[in-house]
């Protein structure tokens, strides 16, 4: 059973960093890219960035180029979103998923590319 666990969401404030946590079971992770997206509410999900199953190339919304790092260790079945520079209109909860198949050259900001999801980790970011 493919099981994804996002941790590290909470509080904070604005101009503040957080670290996602996404970690993987069920599947042979280091085959796979994965994405982050994210969802406020009242909101359509919304693209983060994804990470190719070797790592390279990784892929940002506009939006967040330059604030946000999209990491992963394949040792370690996991991958992280590292969230600098925070705005309070990017709270919401994030998901982190995998690409629906296995050694694809890049990742997609497409969700219908993702077939399996996490629950999401609420971020939410004081003004």
């Known amino acids: 059973q493919v099981q994804l666990v996002e941790s590290g969401g909470g509080l904070v404030q604005a101009g503040g960093s957080l670290r996602l946590s996404c970690a993987a079971s069920g599947r042979t992770f280091s085959d796979y890219g994965m994405g982050w997206f994210r969802q406020a509410p009242g909101k359509e999900r919304e693209f983060v960035g994804c990470i190719s199953w070797s790592g390279y190339p990784t892929s940002y919304a506009d939006s967040v180029k330059g604030r946000f790092t999209i990491s992963r260790d394949n040792a370690e079945n996991t991958m992280y979103l590292q969230m600098n520079m925070l705005k309070p209109q990017e709270a919401a909860v994030y998901s982190c998923?995998?690409?629906?198949?296995?050694?694809?050259?890049?990742?997609?900001?497409?969700?219908?590319?993702?077939?399996?999801w996490g629950q999401g980790a609420q971020v939410a970011v004081a003004s």
């Open positions: 998923a995998f690409q629906r198949g296995p050694y694809y050259s890049v990742c997609y900001n497409d969700g219908r590319q993702y077939n399996y």
